[in-house]
T-cell receptor, first 113, second 113 residues
């Protein structure tokens, strides 16, 4: 069925390094791709999103890129800080149903001081 | 955080008993969602609502039912709880279905013994 694959499942970086998380989706009709951050014991919160009419979007140290041809999108975090440590989820609309998001399985990012 | 509350926040129950989880919002958002979160599976959509008395199934709807009699309340019922339904349940709300920000509630940790 339609799904969203996310890699890697865990990522450890040194403070100040960059981190990249990649997701692929199966539905070519998908047109909205959000990223959520979930700190330990907290609720998921939207950090950035991108729509299919643009290829890249930036917000300070966070950026998302989208390759519609290859059906993948990536989250880039530069100059990582310990407070970036969390689980990150990508998501996409699949199956032509614009009311539903399908989430990836998550990436646990650990930023080592 | 958006005005979303979930009750109860924690519940322990026995196999075969009925369980109802409540999501309450004060934001007057049209869309409401129920997800479950399990290690290795990310966030999986159970059911969602696109208006009062309007609901639809998600990825993992078997064993769950929902009701929405008022804009502000969305109930999730496990008719006969099983151990496989032990999970953290998140409610979310949104203005524009899957193509816009979803705001998550604080979560309910359910344990079925």
């Amino acid at each position: 069925g339609e799904n969203v694959e996310q890699h890697p499942s865990t990522l450890s970086v040194q403070e100040g390094d960059s981190a990249v998380i990649k997701c692929t989706y199966s539905d070519s009709a998908s047109n909205y791709f959000p990223w959520y951050k979930q700190e330990l014991g907290k609720r998921p919160q939207l950090i950035i999103d991108i729509r299919s009419n643009v290829g890249e979007k930036k917000d300070q140290r966070i950026a998302v890129t989208l390759n519609k041809t290859a059906k993948h999108f990536s989250l880039h975090i530069t100059e990582t800080q310990p407070e970036d440590s969390a689980v990150y989820f990508c998501a996409a609309i699949v199956g032509g149903a614009t009311n539903k998001l399908i989430f990836g399985t998550g990436t646990l990012l650990a930023v080592q001081p | 955080d958006a005005g979303i509350t979930q009750s109860p926040r924690h519940k322990v129950t026995e196999t075969g008993t009925p369980v109802t989880l409540r999501c309450h919002q004060t934001e007057n958002h049209r869309y409401m969602y129920w997800y479950r979160q399990d290690p290795g599976h990310g966030l999986r959509l159970i059911h969602y609502s696109y208006g009062v008395k309007d609901t639809d199934k998600g990825e993992v709807s078997d064993g769950y039912s929902v009701s929405r009699s008022k804009t502000e309340d969305f109930l999730l019922t496990l008719e006969s709880a099983t151990s496989s339904q032990t999970s953290v349940y998140f409610c979310a709300i949104g203005l524009a279905g899957g193509t816009d920000t979803q705001y998550f509630g604080p979560g309910t940790r359910l344990t079925v013994l």
